[in-house]
């Protein structure tokens, strides 16, 4: 039987919710062990509590560390907003042709790293509702460094994630190298990973997939950072880290469509550009 959308949205926004804070307890774990280990003082994620200016419309909660002994800049972003879109999305969107109101949650992770040798990581899932209603997301990791037994490793986690829940991880796979391209360049962002947008039909078994992506990269992050926490890195290096973020942030301010989407409907400007790098404090 196909729940009725109130309580879609409801179990959306509350799956949503619990992984940003089950992320954050195991982010903030993995920080306070490294600096443990490192005898140094360990930094804490700042939550941040946000709300649309016009009133009823809704808001959010991302958390936030910054210049951390593991994590260099690392946000978890999670919101659940409504309004009307502006006049020039109306027919750009799915289902806003007659009207252009929207109620859409999700959450959003960005994290980059002090050591230059482990990848930048970014994922998102959301659950977005005009008078169509769909699930959208992804996951896809930049490193400074080829390593292609990591490229392998995370490439065949996600193929089995599709296969175990009948997606099509070709097609999602080119989706995400078409969509993180830097046209300007003419280069990849990263190594890819997955990208999906209107998963429209079968709400209990798309919701399963969504749930499951979010675990998946939990997983995929914690196998990513511990293999290569310790490990040893150069000033050289750390300048190419650098200089790949600055493309990073060059992606999201020019093509993200998450990024456009947030600052077209009042979203928090702080949550919006989590990616972008904070002051340098490192050695």
């Known amino acids: 039987m196909e729940l009725d959308l109130e309580t879609q949205k409801k179990l959306a926004s509350e799956w949503f919710k619990f992984l940003q804070l089950k992320i954050l307890e195991e982010f903030q774990y993995l920080e306070k062990e490294f600096s443990k280990k490192k005898k140094v003082v360990p930094k804490y994620f700042k939550k941040n509590d946000w709300k649309k200016e016009n009133f009823g419309e809704g ?105 175990n829940n009948k997606k099509n991880y070709n097609k999602y796979k080119n989706w995400c190298d078409k969509y993180f391209y830097l046209k300007h360049r003419k280069e990849a962002r990263g190594i890819g990973g997955i990208f999906f947008d209107y998963l429209y039909k079968d709400w209990q078994r798309n919701f399963k997939f969504i749930r499951e992506i979010g675990i998946c990269f939990l997983n995929i992050s914690k196998a990513i950072i511990e293999k290569k926490i310790f490990s040893e890195w150069s000033k050289m290096q750390k300048k190419n880290q650098l200089i790949k973020r600055g493309k990073y942030a060059e992606f999201n301010l020019l093509y993200d469509r998450g990024t456009k989407f947030g600052l077209n409907t009042g979203g928090n400007l702080d949550a919006i550009f989590m990616s972008l790098p904070p002051k340098a404090k490192w050695k």
């Open 59 to 163: 808001g959010g909660t991302y958390y936030i560390l910054k210049n951390g002994q593991l994590f260099e800049k690392v946000g978890i972003n999670h919101s659940t907003v409504e309004g009307i879109f502006p006049k020039k999305f109306r027919g750009n969107i799915p289902g806003t042709k007659k009207n252009n109101s929207y109620w859409a949650s999700g959450i959003s992770i960005v994290a980059h790293m002090k050591n230059p040798k482990i990848p930048a990581m970014h994922f998102n899932t959301r659950f977005v509702v005009t008078s169509k209603n769909w699930f959208g997301g992804g996951m896809d990791v930049t490193p400074s460094f080829r390593d292609l037994n990591e490229k392998k490793l995370f490439h065949k986690e996600l193929k089995i994630l599709c296969k």
